[in-house]
Nanobody, 117 residues
């Protein structure tokens, strides 16, 4: 059974930090491109950050560059998102995504991040 389980969400003040973690099981994690997305009621789900299967390359949405860092540990089947200098606009549900191809793509259930004074 394929599972992606996120953790680490919570409430933090502007300027604070959080680290989200996602652990995968039931598939060959090391072969999958991993991404973090986020969604709010006002916006469609948007890509936040991605990392290649071997962890060699990363990419970020423009508004999180320099503040967020995505990393992965293929030995532990985990992908993390370190979020620094959080802004109110970062408030969203964050989803972990694993994609090998169109037929092999999985989503986690999401974790809430709230940035509020």
């Amino acid at each position: 059974q394929v599972q992606l389980v996120e953790s680490g969400g919570g409430t933090v003040e502007p300027g604070g930090s959080l680290t989200l973690s996602c652990v995968g099981s039931g598939f060959t994690f090391r072969n999958y491109y991993m991404r973090w997305y986020r969604q709010t009621p006002q916006k469609e789900r948007e890509l936040v950050a991605g990392i290649t299967a071997a962890g060699t390359y990363t990419d970020y949405a423009d508004d999180v560059k320099g503040r967020f860092t995505i990393t992965r540990n293929n030995a532990k089947n985990t992908v993390d998102l370190q979020m620094n200098n959080l802004k109110i606009g970062d408030t969203a549900i964050y989803f972990c995504n694993a994609r090998y191809n169109e037929q092999n793509e999985y989503w986690g259930q999401g974790t809430q991040v709230t940035v509020a004074a």
